[in-house]
Structure formats: C-alpha cells, structure tokens
C-alpha cells in the first residue's frame, strides 16, 4: 500500500451488536489501520447505549437513525456512501464480518492483479464462512459468483459455486454485497439508487452488478481471501421488536421495487412500474439507469438467460433479438 493509499469501508448494520466486534477487528487486522476508514449507516432504537463503543474509534464515520425510519439494505447502503470522501477505494462488507491478517494490502495486491487483465476493475466474491477462517479444507476454496440459481417472473438471483483458488483474478458475472472492493471516484460515479425500498437480492445485487457490467467494469473473484461473513445467525442478534417494525413497514415494497427493477433490467415496460416509482424512471436525468459501455442484451447472452427472458417476460425489451 502506497503512502497516499486510504480506504473507505462501507456497513449498513439494522441494530446488529456484533458490528462493534467487526469494527474492531477491522482495524486490528489491517496492516494501516491509519489509512482505513469506516462509514456506518447504524439503524438502531433512539440512545440505545449498546452501540455506544463504536464512539471510540477514532476513523468511524457514523449516520446514525432511528430503525422505525429504514426502508431496507440499499437505502442504508447509500446512506453509506454519503460519508464516502476522497478515500482512494471503496469496500463493501456484512455487519458481522471478521478479516484476515493485512486484508488491506490482499485487497490492494489483488486488485493490481485485476487491473492489468481490465483497467476497469471491480472485486467480489462471495466471502468465506467466518466459522472456516482457519479450516485449511476451506481456504484452498473461493465463493465464485458464476451462475444464477432463480430465473422467474418473480426474481432474478445470481449465485455461484465454490471453486479452487484461481491464481488470477476470474471474471464473475456478478457480485457479492457481502463483499464489494472498488476505487471510491468508481463507486461515486456508480451511487446506489436510494430509491429501492425494502429491494431484495435483484434490486440489491443484480441490479448494481448489472450496472457496472454495462459502465464497462470486470467483476473478478480474487486469488485470495481477504475477509468473511457469517451466513447465519445473524438476524438472531437483532431485537425482536425492530424486526417486528421493519416487518410490518416492509409490506409491498419489495413488490413495487420489483416493478421498478424489471423496467431498468429491460424485461418490462415503462408502464408496468408501480406508480410510487414512475416519475422517477420516467425522468430523462435519471442519474442511477445503465451505461453505455455494453449492452444488457450482451449481458443476457453472456451468461444464457437471454431465451429463459424472452420465455417469462412479454414486455422483455429484446424479445425480437
């Protein structure tokens, strides 16, 4: 890592105590804490003294607001990036997230190995079980975003497979929220769309990973692990009554959002998306839409969902293609 090298370290965290022991650890691992800094949309009762730790790290940046006011994982995402400042990189994690020593240098090496295969790089994965961090059966092994496992009317929803450690950087087909490693000028020009209340997994993770394919970005999966998750348990730590709230105020949403996905992803028609969200589409400076770089109907040929769309969608923009 160079002098001048800074990262900036994006968590959207709905009232998950463990985000302090992932901050902590966080900074304890990295071989530049100094250079490291976190940004934390933190969704949390009104004082709730639990999180009060987190006052006392020094290069934490945090938005903190009450849950009764979340709207789900993207509007807290973008959140996020509002405390993104000059830092040179941008790196997306889980709230309960552990990492493995230097993972700031891992990152930075891996993504000079990507770099030079696409100057427009992007790295994610699908990032090891924090429980298998030290299990030599899993290291040699690397979550690898590489298929998708639903194609219906009701979701898109990539996937991907364990495979062996690559020894270069492999080009996905997709990303990881888990785990999303990019420069922050990058991740600037490409914002969230606060707008995708309560989105699931399409609004969330195809959705952007779809956007940065048509900007001209490589999604690769990397040759070593840097960090991990933990894949269940998770929601058990939250309180019962803020699950409760966010429940009862999800409601239609992630049908709307749906509505609002499809018409972006090109497999319905300007008309079809819920009202809530029309004139938002429907405005020529929509600042959140694809790019230009590639197409989505070479996108949709790439990975051989391009006749399974033609098949499910009426209104699917490339039905004659």
């Not at 699931?200 to 900007?215: C, K, M, N």
Request: glycine share 6%.
């Amino acid at each position: 890592m160079s002098r001048e090298t800074t990262i900036f370290v994006s968590i959207a965290c709905l009232a998950d105590p463990d985000v302090i022991d992932t901050v902590a650890n966080l900074f304890a691992t990295a071989r530049h804490p100094e250079r490291v800094h976190v940004g934390i949309c933190l969704q949390i009762g009104p004082g709730d003294p639990a999180f009060n730790p987190l006052n006392d790290f020094s290069n934490v940046r945090l938005d903190v607001i009450n849950y009764e006011a979340s709207l789900g994982p993207i509007f807290a995402r973008a959140r996020c990036e509002r405390l993104l400042g000059d830092e040179d990189f941008y790196l997306q994690i889980d709230c309960h997230s552990r990492f493995f020593p230097d993972w700031d240098e891992i990152l930075l090496h891996e993504y000079g190995k990507a770099i030079a295969i696409n100057s427009r790089a992007v790295i994610s994965h699908y990032p090891i079980n924090i429980r298998n961090m030290e299990n030599p059966d899993y290291l040699g092994s690397i979550g690898h975003v590489n298929r998708y496992r639903q194609v219906d009317t009701d979701a898109l929803k990539s996937h991907g497979s364990l495979i062996r450690m690559p020894a270069a950087p492999l080009p996905s087909i997709g990303i990881s929220a888990a785990m999303l490693f990019m420069e922050g000028r990058a991740k600037k020009k490409i914002a969230y769309d606060p707008y995708l209340h309560f989105g699931l997994h399409a609004a969330e993770q195809v959705l952007y990973g779809l956007r940065l394919w048509t900007h001209g970005y490589e999604i690769f999966c990397p040759t070593r692990h840097s960090l991990a998750t933990e894949y269940e348990g998770a929601r058990d730590r939250i309180p019962e009554l803020v699950k409760q709230v966010c429940a009862a105020k999800r409601g239609d949403w992630p049908r709307k959002t749906w509505s609002k996905v499809k018409y972006l992803l090109q497999l319905d028609s300007i008309g079809q998306v819920d009202g809530v969200y029309y004139d938002d589409v429907a405005d020529e400076n929509f600042p959140y839409g694809m790019g230009s770089a590639r197409s989505l109907l070479d996108y949709y040929r790439l990975t051989g969902l391009h006749e399974q769309l033609k098949a499910l969608f009426p209104n699917y923009a490339y039905r004659d293609s």
